[in-house]
């Protein structure tokens, strides 16, 4: 079944995965649970330069693990993976890192609740 959201998809840009986001060949830490790898491979790539672990918006604690696309969206997760959005060898939905980010319980609350949205810019800003 197809989902009307994805009837005006751009095409994939010519160049390779944003920053961070990269596929590296191999599961993340495939002696962990994949809710541990999950957590775990978000602390580590959305760590902050001077700050350490933060809200990826504001840089404020705590932080939590935030799914961009929910577990509910599963047949949204497989059909960006039949286009080629997300790499074939990319795990559930509800444990592929690249489909999380940490956020503050502030930021977390309005992104899921469709107050604000995040969007990808190719960039690291270093707080002074």
């Given at each position: ?9 751009a ?15 191999g599961?993340?830490?495939?002696n ?5 790898a ?15 672990r ?6 404020e604690?705590?932080?939590e ?22 790499p074939p ?5 509800h ?17 899921d609740?469709y ?14």
């Open positions: 079944m197809s989902h009307p959201t994805l009837v005006s998809l095409p994939l840009p010519p160049t390779n995965a944003p920053y961070r986001y990269e596929w590296k060949s599961r993340l830490n495939d962990a649970s994949d809710i541990t999950f957590s775990t491979s978000l602390d580590t790539r959305d760590e902050i330069p001077k700050i350490g933060g809200c990826i918006v504001c840089g604690k705590p932080i693990h935030a799914h961009i696309m929910p577990e509910s969206d599963k047949e949204l997760w497989d059909e960006l993976r039949d286009r080629g959005y997300v060898e990319a795990k559930p939905v444990t592929e890192p690249r489909n999380g980010m940490t956020l503050c319980p502030n930021h977390r609350k309005n992104f609740g107050k604000a949205f995040v969007r990808y810019v190719d960039q690291v800003r270093v707080p002074k």
